[in-house]
């Protein structure tokens, strides 16, 4: 399957991907959806306004409304772009005057959030994660709490400071606390990044109404990878006993390009035995895990250089996407489209492959060595940190593209 557009070897966007995303052309003001193919983006605006489309869903700024309508109409967009792109399909490809109003480099358009986002929830899946985190905080014989093995854990997050990748993060201030001293408030000292991917969900369900296991993937419209900034210090001293809360909410980034269910089935795979065996509602006989390599890379102030310090993959996690959602809404709480649910730090088994500073560095103990000479324990003021991710596999790459933010000191 090709397209009549070229895309390059090594592309994150073949034709068998098709991520969706909203972007703002260079010099328009109109924000509007959109598809990645290769190096170019697809106004799925236009294609509609040509009556290409069988749809009426994106005149606006997000992909909210395509996200309510639900997995039939998912689908049957994107086999419709398929055709539509394929080359040999004349319809689009021989339409000069149509491509050139629906068709941008992508070096030519800047991406916002693809969805306006509801609600944010943050799970903490990866058990390799849990263990080192409870070691770090607490203690290692003890590292797993009791109920860790029998639901996945989470917190309700904040989405009003989700952002889309390439925002600058601001470090935060907040309380903190050394073992033998008072109390203090400033910029925190600590900051670090939590290498995750989220899903989107969709059409949305009624208040009291479950989604069962076997139905999740219907309400799951694809993934982003994200950037859950944390602040460790402010994490310590806030965090008992109610989670998360001011160390985390400062800011959280996401990719902008949302990959389907659909571009990532052929990576579906098992996740890892579970035992104690979940309770039935949390139990389903196909498999929900996928095979995605991640990175993430240091890129130090005043240097180009990527300095790559962890390799991971979303097939370590314990509690897969369909056992979230099935136990997210099992007390009845209610989902839109649009919500962001993201998986929780993903640490693999090896040291190479843990998914924050905090576990890489052991909490500044072992830090790790740039390219420039420097060394880091966690993120410093004017680091960037790059997340990408792909799914590979007989000459088959599905990418995410890539979430980077930029810190700046504290204000
Ligand atoms: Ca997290």
Not at 148 to 163: A, D
Not at 181 to 193: H, I, K, N, W, Y
Request: with cysteine; hydrophobic share 35%; glycine share 10%.
């Amino acid at each position: 399957m090709r397209s009549f557009i070229d895309v390059p070897p090594g592309s994150d966007f073949p034709l068998q991907n098709l991520p969706y995303g909203v972007f703002i052309p260079n010099g328009s003001t109109r924000a509007r959806p959109g598809t990645a193919l290769g190096d170019w983006v697809v106004d799925l605006d236009a294609l509609e306004k040509a009556r290409l489309l069988p749809t009426s869903l994106f005149s606006g700024d997000s992909l909210n409304d395509f996200m309510a309508a639900g997995r039939e109409t998912w689908t049957l967009v994107r086999t419709t772009l398929q055709a539509l792109l394929s080359e040999s399909n004349g319809r689009l490809r021989d339409d000069m005057d149509l491509r050139s109003l629906a068709i941008f480099p992508r070096q030519a358009v800047t991406m916002i959030l693809p969805a306006k986002i509801g609600d944010y929830t943050d799970f903490y899946s990866s058990r390799e994660h849990a263990t080192n985190v409870g070691s770090l905080f607490r203690d290692p014989a003890n590292a797993l709490l009791p109920n860790w093995l029998h639901l996945p854990v989470g917190y309700h997050g904040r989405s009003s400071s989700v952002v889309v990748s390439g925002t600058d993060v601001r470090r935060p201030n907040g309380q903190t606390k050394a073992d033998d001293a008072d109390p203090v408030f400033g910029p925190s000292r600590l900051l670090d990044f939590e290498l995750e991917v989220g899903f989107f969900t969709g059409p949305g369900t009624k208040l009291g109404e479950p989604v069962p296991i076997e139905n999740a993937t219907e309400h799951i419209f694809g993934f982003v990878l994200v950037n859950d900034w944390s602040a460790r210090d402010i994490q310590k001293w806030e965090y008992v006993p109610l989670g998360p809360f001011l160390a985390k909410n400062f800011a959280t980034s996401i990719s902008p390009w949302i990959v389907t269910l659909d571009a990532l089935e052929p990576f579906r795979c098992a996740g890892p035995v579970q035992n104690p065996h979940p309770l039935p509602y949390l139990t389903f006989d196909k498999d929900l895990s996928f095979d995605i390599g991640l990175e993430v890379s240091i890129v130090p102030p005043h240097s180009n250089d990527d300095n790559v310090v962890c390799r991971s993959n979303f097939k370590h996690m314990y509690w897969n996407i369909g056992q979230q959602l099935a136990h997210h809404t099992s007390g009845g709480c209610n989902i839109n489209p649009g919500d962001l649910m993201a998986s929780g730090t993903i640490s693999g088994p090896e040291k190479g492959s843990f998914g924050s500073m905090l576990e890489i560095t052991w909490r500044g103990a072992h830090p790790v060595k740039m390219s420039d000479g420097t060394e880091r324990k966690f993120i410093g003021d004017g680091d960037t940190v790059i997340m990408r991710g792909a799914a590979e596999k007989d000459g088959l790459r599905i990418g995410f593209g890539e979430v980077s933010g930029k810190v700046l000191p504290a204000r």
